[in-house]
């Protein structure tokens, strides 16, 4: 519930990909890396935890407000590098 810096933060499979979960909006959550590490590739029932909002498709004005906000430097880029994150969002 801490508000953290890009640099901070990774992506994660609510349903992990070695369950079956895939690279969706549905699926995808951002956790702390505290937290992705507790979770593993294990169900947040499965260890205690709780999703404190679900995960869904940002509406456009998400969309544009985040966009407008990044401007032309590719801030987004290095966060999802160093989250490791190579693969693209499905619909």
Avoid at 34 to 46: H, P, Q
Avoid at 62 to 88: C, E, H, I, M, P
């Amino acid at each position: 519930g801490k508000r953290l810096s890009a640099r901070e933060l990774t992506l994660d499979h609510v349903v992990p990909r070695s369950r079956g979960g895939g690279s969706t909006w549905r699926n995808l959550v951002v956790a702390c890396f505290a937290c992705n590490d507790r979770k593993g590739d294990r169900l947040v029932e499965e260890v205690g935890m709780t999703l404190m909002r679900q995960p869904r498709r940002p509406d456009w004005s998400s969309y544009l407000s985040v966009r407008k906000g990044l401007g032309n430097r590719g801030t987004w880029r290095k966060f999802l590098d160093s989250a490791g994150w190579d693969t693209r969002i499905m619909e």
